[in-house]
């Protein structure tokens, strides 16, 4: 397999997961424009205040109309291209009058591929146990390890994983717990062959104890046993070590494109 064809998988997979947490969540809306999909919500969260481009047939001109209508969050939505792939639309896109936002905010996109040797990597942590949520209370856990851990307004947790999830076959959701307490999640999101890794945040008292490895290489696992071969998932530039030592590897970057002021 290539690197085009892993990029290609984890665009997908990422796509998935947005516009399935969409479909789910009271906070979101989903506008897809011939090969161009807009995720909008509340949110002071840019995952989903964005714009991808869905398919390689999407059109130039309609990209500027799908990114500047209808938004609804307190800051400007973020068109995101893949570096390489989008790149025709790049004059369009700053014509109507985005810039480029910086190297400080590409999104790297990474993949494992085979995943295989996952199945066998779950470490030994005394004290330390991963339970797939299944009931409110366990959401409830989910949520105030996603709000501590990644240092984000509640509305967030809420917003992207609302109960409904609980019964979507192709999302899984884990939290773990150390002593007792919730200390890190995680989320599994399914497309065809791939497994996606998300949510992924250890709350800052329990880190360096290899937690959020551990919460990796289940999701991944679980991936494997639903007939998975691919992982994949977007880093920071925290996670980024961490996951190319568990075998991952970038296949695609991300640039973000905003909206720029006008002069006055």
Known sequence: MTSL??????????????????????????????????????????????????????????LP??????????????VRLRDGVDDRFIPGLTGAGWVAAGQGTMTPGMTAFPIDHFA???????GFQIRRVDDQGGLDDHRAVVTEGFDVARTVAIGTT????????????YVGYAGGLPVTSGLGWRSGRTI????????????????????????????????????????????RPIYERLGFRVD????????????R
């Open 5 to 62: 064809d892993r990029a290609a998988l984890e665009h997908e997979n990422w796509i998935a997961y947005l516009t399935g947490v969409g479909r789910c969540s009271r906070s979101v809306e989903i506008d897809r424009l011939d090969g161009i999909v807009a995720i909008r919500s509340t949110m002071p969260f840019d995952w989903f205040n964005q714009v991808l481009v869905e398919r390689d047939d999407a059109k130039v001109v309609d």
């Open 196 to 239: 996606g890794v998300y949510a992924i945040s250890t709350v800052p008292a329990a880190r360096r104890h290899g937690y959020g490895e551990a919460m990796t290489a289940r999701v991944v696992a679980d991936g494997i046993a639903a007939g998975c071969d691919v992982a994949a998932l977007q880093a920071s530039a925290v996670g």
């Open 252 to 263: 695609v970057l991300y640039n973000a494109y905003v909206k720029s002021a006008p002069i």
């Open 162 to 173: 609302d109960i409904d999830l609980l019964g979507t076959l192709e999302c899984t959701i």
């Open 65 to 78: 109309a799908a990114a500047g209508s209808g938004h609804r969050g307190a800051a400007g939505p973020i």
């Open 120 to 126: 066998a990597m779950a470490p030994d942590l005394p």
